[in-house]
C-alpha cells in the first residue's frame, strides 16, 4: 500500500519495478514522471492507480513503440562496444562499462527495456537524430518560456505576442527552435497562467517559510475592468539569499465591499498557507479603516499577551506629508489646483486657441499637466504657471476684443484668476512649499530600508515650516511634538506664533510679492495671514498623524550612521528600540542583552566609527552598509538578528502604490482576476532578479512547469465547467420553481374569483329572503 501524509499519497520505489518507465521529483513527492512521455502528474489520491491510468494512456502506448526503434542515450556513453549475442535474447541492463545518465538526462519517451545487444550499434545518422530530437525540445520549451516572460515583462498583447512567434519562423527559416515554436494567444495566456506564474509564486513561497518575520502591505483600489475593490497586498522581507531588504508581491484580492472586517479577511484569504504569525507591522496609508484593520488583527491573532505583537510607527509616511500639504493649500482658500488645472485644460487639444495664444505671446510654451492626485507633484506646473503667466494675461486681453473668445468654463476660471491681484504671490508660496516637502517624497519612494532616515527627515521638514511661524524662543525651548500652533490667549491672539507682519514667507514668495504693483497694505497683510494659516494646518497635520509621535521611529535612528558621533544618544535610542522588541515578544531577553552589549562594542571601535562617518546613504543602502559592517562576524551574532529584523520595517507604501500603475499597464478589456495576478507575479519575480530577463536562468523545473500548464489549464477549464453547470442548474430550478410559483398564484387568484362569485350569489339570496 502507499504511504499517506496527511491523506495525501506519496511515492514509492518499488513502483519502479512495475513500471520502469516511472520517475519520482525530488521536489514533490505527491507527484510523478513519465520518462517515456516527459510529462508529470500527481498522484496525490489516486497512487498506483494513476500510473495505471497513465500506462494505458494512447499518447504512453505511441511513445513506448516509437522509442522501441530507436537506441536509447546510454549506448551513446557506451567506453567500449558491447559483445554481440543472439539477436532474439533481450539486452541485460546496462553493465559497468556504460556510463549511467541522470534521471533529467533520460530522452523522454526512451524505453527501460533495451533492445537486442548487435541492434544497440548505433548508426551515426539516427543517432545524432535522436540526440538533436532531444535537445530540441528542451530549446523550443525554453524559448517558448522565454517569450511569454518577454510579453509579460513589456506588457504586450497575446494577440501580438502570438503574431511575432509566427513571424519568427519567416525572419529564420533555418532555425528549428524557431519553426518549432508553436504559441498561439490561448497559448501564451494558459503557459503564463498556470505554468510560469505558480512556478515564481512557489519560490516566494519557499522564501517566505525560511523568513523568520515579514512586513504585510495593503492598500486599495478600484479595478476598472473588474469593477471592483483590488485590495493589493505585498511583503518586505530579509532575504537571505540575497542578504538585503526586498519588497514583493504576493497577490490580489477583489472585494465589492472594503469594510474593515472584509479586508482582514482578504488578508487572511490572500496569506492562506502562510504563518501570520510571522507579520511584525502593516505598511498602510492612513485612512481610519486601515487603522481598525490594525486593530481587529491585534485582537483577532494576538490576544495572548505571550504571542508576538505587531511594532507600530504610524502610517505611511509618504502620505502623511502629502496629505498635510494638500490640507493646509485647501485652507488658504486660494483655489490654485483649480486654476491650474483650467490654464492647462484652456489648451488642451485646442490648435485654435493654441494658435491665438502663440500668435499674441510670440511663444511655444504651454502651460503643464496637473496631476490631481499628488498635489506635491504640481510644484514644476505652478513654476511654469509663473513663467507664463504675463503672456496668458496678454492672450486674455487679446482675445476678449475679439470674436475669438473661448466659451468655455476653463477660460472663465483663468479670467476670474487673473483679476487676484496676488495671483502671482500666491502660486510663489505654493510652489515654494511644494518644494521644501518634494525632496521628501523622491528619497523615500524607494524600496530600500529608510526607517532609520524617517525621523530626521520628518523633523527637519517640521522644523523647516515652524522657522516660518512659530517664535524663536518657543522653539529653543520646547519640543518639537510639543508645540502647539492653534494654542489662543483670551483676545483670541494665537500665543506660540509670531505675528502676521513677521511671517517668513521665503525669498521666492516676496519677490513675487514684490511684483504685485496693485496690491494694497490690507492686501499683503491679509495674505500673510492666509500664508501662516497655510502652514498652521501644514505642521498641525504632520505633528498629529506622521510616524513622528511614535517612539520606535526615534528609536531606529541607532541604524542610521549619520548619527554615530553621538555615541550616547545611539545607545540611548538602541536601548528604547530593544524594549520595544523584547515588549513585542519579537526576540528572547538572551538575544535583547547580547546584542546591547555588541552594539556599545561596535561604536567602540575606531575603525567602525570612520566607516560610519563616510557613509552616503545615496550611493550605498543601509542593509548593504550593515551587512558589509557585521554580517559573518560571531561577535555581532546577535546584532545582527536585531539588525534584520528592524531594517524591514516599512517607511511608507510606495511599493504598493507603483503596483497600481503596473496594474494600469496590464489591464486589456476582458482581462480575467487570474490573469491579473499571475502576470503580477512574474513581473514582480523578474524584476527583481539580478539583471532582469536577460541573465533569467531557466532551469529544468521551470521547463517542466510549461509542458505541464496545459494539463493543469485542462483541469481548471473543467472545474469551471462543472461549476457553470451547477450555477446553471441552480437558475434553471430557480426558473422553474418562479414559474411554478406563478402558476400557483395564478390558480390561487381563480379560486379566489369563484369563491368570491359564490359569496355574492349567496349574498344577494340572503338579500332577497329577507325582503
Known sequence: MARRVRGKISFQTDWKVEFPWVEDIKDDRHSARCAVCGTTFSITSMGRTALTSH???NKHKKNVSSVDKTAPIQIWATTSAP???????????????????????????????????????????????????????????RAEALWCLETVMNHNSLRSAASSVNMFKRMFPNDRVANNMKLQKDKISYVIVYGLAPYFYDKLKSVLKECEHFVLGFDESVNKIAQKQQMDLSVRIWDSNVNKVMCRYVTSIFLNHATAEDLLQAMKTGLEGFDMMKIIQLSMDGPNVNFKVLRLLQQDSRSDPESPQLLDIGSCGLHTVHNAFKTGIKKSGWEIIEFLRALYNLFKEAPSRRGDYTEASNSHVFPLRVCSIRWIENGKVARRAMEILPLVEKYVNIVKTTAKEPSCNSFSVVCKALQD???????????????????????????SPMAPFLFDSLTFIVMTAMKRIVKTEIIEKTPLHKIDVFKQNADKTFVNLKDVKHVELGYSTRAALRKCKNASEKDILIFRKECRNVLQFFVSNLLLKSPLKYSLTKALTFLNPYHISSKDSCVKQLTTALDHLLTANLLPASTVERADREYRFLCSQSNVIEEMKTYSKSETRLDTFWVQLIEGKKEYENLFKVVKLLLILSHGSDNIERGFSVNKEILVENLKEPSLIAQRRIFDFVSNEPGGLMKLDIPKAMIHAVRNAYSMYSEALAEQQCANKKIFKLAEERKRAATEIKQLEAKKLMLLEDVQRAVSAIDEKVKDLKK
Open 421 to 447: 491681484k496676488l495671483l502671482q504671490a500666491k502660486i510663489a508660496f505654493f510652489e515654494a512649499l511644494a518644494s521644501d516637502v518634494e525632496p521628501f517624497l523622491v528619497e523615500f519612494q524607494s524600496d
Open 55 to 57: 500506462a494505458s494512456g
Open 83 to 141: 559483445e554481440t549475442s543472439k539477436a532474439s535474447e533481450p539486452s541485460p541492463l546496462p553493465s559497468s562499462s556504460v556510463i549511467q545518465p541522470s534521471s533529467a538526462a533520460v530522452i523522454p519517451g526512451a524505453s527501460m527495456n533495451l533492445p537486442a545487444e548487435d541492434s544497440l550499434i548505433p548508426k551515426s545518422a539516427s543517432t545524432t537524430r535522436c540526440l538533436d530530437n532531444f535537445l530540441l525540445k528542451d530549446d523550443v520549451t
